[in-house]
């Protein structure tokens, strides 16, 4: 709704109320901060869910996996973005101008084909838990468009297949490749092959630095 009077400037709304904010944070958040930002967000998400509203998400679904990819982090701090993009940029004021960065360059980003799953080399064993609390081993496929994605140069990897197949970790972010626990490397014909040497060199460091992490974790066990 519009009021209009001698008094009473107009802000022409945008398509996301984060557009908005942008322009004018203080008078939104109270203060320019990152954490306010998160709260707002989530505040005005529940608002619309309580109103029955079903606008599409203010953020892409996996805007944190890509907060991971660009800060170079091994996770998304589990979703939570706003704390990923604080320990990379530890001032509030500064960290609202690092996502409005990093949002923009998720909305204009271009994927670039690494690899795409072989046909003949898509089953893979995983343990499902029944009712009784049991784990029990079954074959499954793997979508049959999977693709390793890459969209810069920072490392890890995204996992791409076709919206009607069913796949939990479709458009997720990957440190490395063997942070992907059904990840083989005969599964894959390689599209890129500078980019695929690339993940692997990485992934041989992930590698050693989870192998360092393991020793002192169980080294700290162990002393007295």
């Not at 519009?2 to 557009?19: A, M, Q, R």
């Amino acid at each position: 709704m519009e009021y209009t009077g001698e008094n009473i400037k107009v802000i022409p709304w945008k398509d996301s109320i984060l557009d908005t904010i942008r322009e004018r944070p203080g008078m939104y958040l109270g203060r320019k901060s990152l954490t306010a930002l998160w709260y707002f967000l989530h505040g005005w998400q529940m608002a619309r869910w309580r109103m029955g509203r079903e606008d599409p998400p203010e953020l892409p679904q996996h805007f944190a996996d890509w907060v991971g990819y660009r800060l170079h982090m091994e996770s998304d701090r589990s979703g939570f973005w706003y704390l990923a993009i604080l320990e990379s940029v530890r001032d509030e004021e500064i960290a609202v101008d690092r996502f409005y960065d990093l949002r923009d360059e998720c909305f204009k980003r271009q994927p670039r084909l690494v690899a795409r799953i072989r046909d003949d080399r898509r089953e893979y064993r995983i343990g499902r838990m029944d009712a009784q609390g049991n784990i029990a081993w079954v074959t499954e496929l793997l979508p049959k468009s999977l693709e390793i994605i890459v969209y810069t140069n920072d490392p890890g990897f995204f996992l791409r297949c076709d919206p009607e197949e069913s796949f939990f970790n479709n458009g997720r972010f990957f440190s490395a490749l063997s942070a992907w626990h059904q990840f083989e490397p005969d599964r894959f014909d390689i599209e890129d092959a500078t980019t695929w040497d690339r993940l692997v060199e990485e992934n041989a460091r992930y590698k050693r630095n989870l192998a360092k992490r393991r020793a002192r974790r169980q080294k700290k066990l162990g002393s007295p």
